[in-house]
T-cell receptor, first 109, second 113 residues
């Protein structure tokens, strides 16, 4: 069973920031936080990962709380093409990953 | 650089038939994985491999078999297809060290009637 908890769905207005939360209640010190997304039954796509520090790349930003029990994926300017299911997961380096149900993000015009 | 390639994209099987889903990657990744995704649900890990000759069960291995004779290929075998195996199957791969960033294939949609 997945170890993370996410809301089943969220809405966001186009052009606004989308902030997707994830709880990592049982995360260990050596486990990374990962975010993936899946657009309409395509293969899931990697977005970003982090261990302790906040991270930013061309797709998104990742905020990890100091106790590492929660993370937030931020899409700074959501577009219609960002409508997808977003999965957070966790695991130590070089390990298998399990996925929960994810959050269905709908970006509205 | 094709990434992770899965074949076939679509297949319809009759109950009791057998088939193999093919997966190949050209990124020299050590780790490979098979997931299944039922309609409206998340991904469930079926089997994974940390290198040629090494495989291990995931969350839902019953009814499936795998082999890993080369670094590039990781086929998934269904011996006696059942309606419960109707699903979309995703293959993925990653490097062995550091953060486990998975690259997924496009998926194989299997229907068992």
């Amino acid at each position: 069973d997945a170890k993370t908890t996410q809301p089943p769905s969220m809405d966001c207005a186009e052009g606004r920031a989308a902030n997707l939360p994830c709880n990592h209640s049982t995360i260990s010190g050596n486990e990374y936080v990962y975010w993936y997304r899946q657009i309409h039954s395509q293969g899931p796509q990697y977005i970003i990962h982090g261990l302790k520090n906040n991270e930013t790349n061309e797709m998104a930003s990742l905020i990890i709380t100091e106790d590492r029990k929660s993370s937030t994926l931020i899409l700074p300017h959501a577009t219609l093409r960002d409508t997808a299911v977003y999965y957070c997961t966790e695991g130590p380096g070089g390990s298998r990953l399990t996925f929960g149900e994810g959050t269905q993000l709908t970006v509205n015009p | 650089n094709a990434g992770v390639t899965q074949t076939p994209k679509f297949r319809i099987l009759k109950i009791g038939q057998s088939m193999t889903l093919q997966c190949t990657q050209d990124m020299n990744h050590n780790y490979m994985y098979w997931y299944r995704q039922d309609p409206g649900m998340g991904l469930k890990l079926i089997y994974y491999s940390v290198g040629a000759g090494i495989t291990d069960k995931g969350e839902v291995p019953n009814g499936y078999n795998v082999s890993r004779s080369t670094t590039e290929d990781f086929p998934l075998r269904l011996e006696l297809a059942a309606p419960s195996q109707t699903s979309v199957y995703f293959c993925a791969s990653s490097y062995a060290s550091g953060a486990n960033v998975l690259t997924f294939g496009a998926g194989s949609r299997l229907t068992v009637l």
